[in-house]
Antibody, heavy 125, light 109 residues
């Protein structure tokens, strides 16, 4: 079964750092891109960025560039999303999602076919 | 930046009725539009990609149509499991930025 398994809920204080993870199984991890999507409480979906597990090629949404870091460790089929200094406004559910590759630039497709269950991040003093 | 608008914001319908959800892009996106369903407490699920192709395991009552700037998701006969929020989504050609619409909530009348 194709799955994206995300790490557990986190409760952090403002200013703390955090790294959450998304592990892929049931498919060849390096054949698909992994994206991160934020959903703030009661709100819609926002794309944050995308990474290719094979070569770590990464594209960020302009809204999130410089605010987070997306990385991948292909040796353990896992992608990461990290913050250096959390803010209360980072409180949200973070989903990872799989994106098929494309033969044309930017070499990822137009949709997300498999999603993780989400990681809830709460930032509060 | 391409903006997506979804209408209506909320659609109140009874089981068995037909649901018609609209998604409009601020500029042409050819047929590169996807639809997702999200139920409370769950992750989004891909329903439709490339405007009209159903994802694996999606029932035939879900139909996507449209191209260019105007797209429609039609649920031919609502079942109890279909009450959810539906998002449309696109990706710009270059530099490959993804955008989601604000969503349409389908609730029980």
């Amino acid at each position: 079964e194709v799955q994206l398994v995300q790490s557990g809920a986190e409760v952090k204080k403002p200013g703390e750092s955090l790294k959450i993870s998304c592990g892929g199984s049931g498919y060849r991890f390096t054949n698909y891109w992994i994206a991160w999507v934020r959903q703030m409480p009661g709100k819609g979906l926002e794309w944050m960025g995308i990474v290719h597990p094979g070569d770590s090629d990464t594209t960020y949404s302009p809204s999130f560039q410089g605010q987070v870091t997306i990385s991948v460790d292909k040796s353990i089929n896992t992608a990461h999303l990290q913050w250096r200094s959390l803010k209360a406004s980072d409180t949200a559910i973070y989903y990872c999602a799989r994106c098929p590759t494309s033969l044309t630039r930017p070499y990822y497709n137009f949709y997300f076919d498999v999603w993780g269950k989400g990681t809830t991040v709460t930032v509060s003093s | 930046e391409i903006v997506l608008t979804q209408s209506p914001a909320t659609l109140s319908l009874s089981p068995g009725e037909r649901a018609t959800l609209s998604c409009r892009a601020s500029q042409s996106v050819s047929n590169y539009l996807a639809w997702y369903q999200q139920k409370p407490g769950q992750a989004p699920r891909l329903l439709i990609y490339d405007a009209s192709s159903r994802a694996v395991g999606i029932p035939a009552r879900f139909r996507g149509s449209g191209s260019g700037t105007d797209f429609t998701l039609t649920i031919s006969s609502l079942e109890p499991d279909d009450y959810a929020v539906y998002y449309c989504q696109l990706r710009s050609s270059w530099p490959g930025i993804f955008t989601f619409g604000p969503g349409t909530k389908v609730d029980i009348k």
